[in-house]
């Protein structure tokens, strides 16, 4: 796989960039290119889509994004089969969150809190937000009383995201009345909802 | 003359996206005079303020980054730039102020031929360069501050056109991306110039044309593209038919865009038309075309179905306007 670092590069020069690098491999292969905004993963969904590459995107962090461009063979079998999610006018931008966890990340427990903190601080600060936000196991720590969260957790559903919290997790850890933001959940509807999903972001 | 300027994405593709201005302008408190007759809630060109029954001021603004390397030229565009938004309202150019970022660290001399350009623009415009303001900045932007006149009753709005109207362009569309092209050494050089003698050809030129007929709506194609400007225009009443063949274009540019040399401005124009435009069959490249932001682009004019005959032998009539039924899809390009 080659790497090409388009970092601080504006459109069209992260196109430009990748295609040299898809030239020079004068061949199938893999190209992944590194970008620091979305509408030069735009772009270079668009060419991928027009010369049949399979494209996949992905955001790193902010200001970090990653668009994994696949040339030959098998690119065509899965362009053909996921057609439509590769089309980037038509890409559904809507997910959905699920935290199963107070911590983020395994390590230091201190700073993995700190860390969950954070993300539910900038899930709320994203442009496009979730659709809901499923909570469970640990993760129903975050929505009753003693989270650092709820502020950001209230703020997001008056934004309109619903917030949704594991009823039996909450029986479990005996904090069912401690309950700060959004409603109690069951099993039927965090499969259901994990099943309907566009796509769904974890911590 | 061989100083080049250093291009980063200049001209209007610098422009901030449509979506996100107007999520930013429509939370602020619209003033209530009566005579502003054509203030920024209408997403119009310039600011018209009525100061007797007989006259009113039309205002403007407009600077950015370069985006050719020749500092004269650049000054050239960017005053034709700013200009044309006074002609766009059916206006006259009176005075012009100028608008200036340059770095401290940089040869005055650079600076002395962009505002020479500029200069010579206003001049041709029939107007008077009056003044301006400067700013040490690290990139280098320009442009003018201008003010015109016009009758109260003959302002052009760019969101009135009427069921039945032909649309024309008076330039081809493209510039966006030659110079993007340019930018990264891929465009021919004859392309370069026919971008440049589009940029800095004056508005004025087409106005004087187009005045003869019954206009009833005109706007200049800039930053937002064709797909932008069509969307102003058409407003909620109104869907814009286009024929993709019958577009002026730089030809060089359908190959440049087919080689993916378009701009982040052409993507966020995209992004902005979502699902309010329809393309039927229409090439790739094409599609790219309608959405390149253009500097200094041409008039986009909303005229009378009766003169449709006269106005095609001056400019391509590229669609018509009809009354929007049940349809979300304000623009649909035919092939």
């Known amino acids: ?203 | 003359m061989d100083k080049k300027l250093f291009c980063q994405s200049g001209g209007c593709s610098a422009k901030l996206g449509a979506g996100l201005l107007r999520h930013v302008l429509e939370k602020l408190p619209a003033f209530d005079d009566k005579n502003l007759l054509v203030g920024y809630d209408g997403s119009d060109d310039g600011a018209v303020y009525k100061l007797t029954d007989d006259i009113a001021i039309v205002q403007t603004l407009d600077f950015f980054p370069p985006m050719v390397e020749d500092p004269y030229i650049f000054g050239q565009i960017a005053a034709a730039n700013a200009l044309s938004d006074v002609y766009a309202m059916g206006g006259e150019v009176k005075t012009a102020l100028n608008i200036v970022c340059f770095p401290e660290n940089q040869d005055l001399n650079i600076l002395g031929t962009i505002m020479q350009g500029g200069s010579d623009k206003v001049r041709e415009a029939g107007g008077v360069l009056a003044g301006g303001h400067s700013i040490a900045d690290k990139d280098i932007k320009y442009g003018l501050s201008v003010t015109g006149i016009i009758h109260p009753d003959k302002i052009l709005a760019n969101n009135t056109p009427q069921d039945g109207d032909v649309l024309v362009l008076t330039k081809p569309l493209g510039v966006g991306i030659v110079t993007t092209a340019n930018r990264v050494k891929q465009a021919s050089e004859e392309a370069v110039q026919k971008a440049i003698s589009s940029m800095t050809t004056l508005n004025k030129y087409a106005m004087e044309k187009l005045k003869k007929y019954r206009i009833h709506a005109c706007t200049d194609v800039t930053g937002f593209g064709l797909s932008g400007h069509l969307l102003e225009m058409t407003g909620d009443k109104y869907q814009a038919e286009i024929h993709a063949s019958k577009l002026p274009v730089i030809k060089e540019a359908i190959d440049y865009a087919d080689e993916f040399l378009t701009t982040g401005g052409g993507q966020k124009n995209r992004n902005y038309a979502g699902d309010k435009i329809l393309f039927n069959d229409v090439p790739f490249a094409l599609e790219e075309i309608i959405f390149d932001p253009q500097t200094s682009g041409g008039i986009l004019a909303a005229v009378h179905h009766d003169d449709a005959e006269a106005v095609s032998r001056e400019f391509p009539i590229i669609g018509v306007i009809r009354e929007r039924k049940d349809s979300e899809i304000k623009i649909i390009v035919n092939r």
Request: glycine share 8%; net charge negative.
């Open chain 1, 1 to 203: 796989m080659i790497t090409v670092n388009a970092m601080g590069q504006q459109c069209p020069i992260p196109v430009v960039m990748a295609k040299e690098a898809i030239n020079k491999m004068k061949g199938d292969g893999v190209v992944k290119v590194l970008v620091d905004n979305e509408i030069a993963v735009q772009n270079l969904e668009k060419m991928a889509k027009q010369k049949g590459y399979e494209a996949k995107g992905e955001k790193i962090k902010d200001g970090e994004f990653a668009v994994t461009l696949t040339i030959g063979e098998v690119s065509a079998e899965i362009v053909n089969n996921e057609e439509i999610s590769c089309q980037p006018d038509t890409i559904d931008k809507s997910y959905i969150a699920v935290i199963n966890t107070d911590t983020m990340g395994t390590g230091d427990e201190k700073l993995g809190k700190q860390l969950l903190k954070g993300f539910i601080f900038a899930l709320s600060k994203q442009d496009i937000l979730p659709a809901s936000i499923i909570f469970y196991n640990r993760g129903a720590f975050m929505t009753t009383e003693g989270s650092e969260s709820i502020e950001d957790l209230k703020n997001l559903e008056a934004m309109g995201v619903e917030i949704l919290t594991c009823g039996t997790c909450m029986d479990y850890y005996g904090i069912k009345d401690k309950l700060q933001v959004g409603t109690s959940t069951n099993m039927y509807v965090i499969v259901e909802k994990q099943v309907n999903a566009n796509r769904i972001v974890r911590p």
